[in-house]
């Protein structure tokens, strides 16, 4: 299929993608959470060429050629629609997600390709949402992150590459995300070079369990949040790639709030079973960070109070110039 056969220059589309945790507690690889604090993309077609309008969180360090993430998950997408040659793009974004924390920056641009060519496709040549996730995920390696982007809630995934499945579940209207973001970065390559090849028995059971019991937690139960988030399988060994998160996750479930590393790390994501217990996180972080007796490496940390959107990527403007 030739692009200009469904395609026409000047077209263009604009969406909105939310931040993501994965890894969510003991959910390593499979459980993802989505967060309100959104990217915004807008496509625009052309004949030829590449240009960029990029604003915000890492707006400065990514390429501006063929390499960018945005652009060949939107070639990617078109590509399994069946365009054998592809136009032009002019692509302009709005980047609130900061890159290397651990909210799935990269699976929200992503996705925010994988949504926009397929918005611009007529319906007839459109990707069903079963491909959209397998696109997505192809450009991720694994689903955790880009399921609640696509989807929103809480998704639950599993399967292998090109056979991914999800189950989107609507997380409990009481929990409340609270997630501290420190001014340094941690690549999810390093902190995944960080865990072992194997576990023992005992811990694998263990995990299992406590992710069985977060689903519940999450969806019914928020009271169940502190032991329900407890992770054996790969917090501990990401531990020493961010001592001042470790150190605030251990603080604040000590003093009784769900708190686990986001993701890859090193945002810390504290799941509230409450608005009053959002509170008391928010003041647990505060005084965390004001404690003159702890040497805090010179962190800072941008604390923001999020929900869990029940709507994942969405469509917020389609022109057809």
Known sequence: MQWREVLTPDRAVTVEVPAS??????????????????????????????????????SESVPRTEDHLLVRAIRAAWT???????????????????????????????VAGVVAANALLPESAQLDDDQL???????????????????????ISWGEPGTWRCAPVEVHHDVVPVVAIPNYEVSTALARSLLPGEVDHRTAAVNAGRAALLVEA????????????????????????????????????????????????????????????????EAEIARFVADPEADREHVTWRVLRLTVPKQGARVVEYLNM
Do not use: K, W
């Not at 690889?29 to 052309?46: C, F, K, N, P, Q």
């Not at 609130?96 to 920056?105: A, D, F, K, L, Y």
């Not at 450009?139 to 992150?145: A, I, V, Y």
């Open 80 to 110: 399994a629609a069946g365009l054998e040659d592809q136009p032009g793009l002019h692509l302009t974004t709005r980047n609130r997600i900061p890159h290397g924390r651990g909210m799935g920056s990269s699976a929200t641009c992503a």
């Open 218 to 281: 999450l969806t019914r139960r928020p009271e169940l949040l502190l032991p329900a988030t407890h992770d054996g399988l790969h917090q501990p060994f990401r531990a020493p790639a961010m001592p001042p998160s470790a150190a605030l996750v251990a603080h604040l479930r000590e003093h009784g709030h769900a708190a686990l590393i986001s993701g890859a790390g090193p945002t810390v994501l504290t799941v509230a079973p409450s608005t009053a217990a959002a509170d008391e996180a």
């Open 133 to 155: 996730l397998q696109v997505s995920a192809a450009m991720e390696g694994h689903p955790d992150n880009v399921a609640p982007s696509l989807n929103g809630g809480l998704t």
């Open 21 to 58: 945790s994965g890894n969510v507690g003991p959910g390593f690889d499979s459980l993802g959470l989505a967060l309100s604090h959104d990217d915004t993309v807008r496509v625009e077609i052309r004949e030829a060429g590449l240009e960029f309008d990029l604003n915000g969180e890492g």
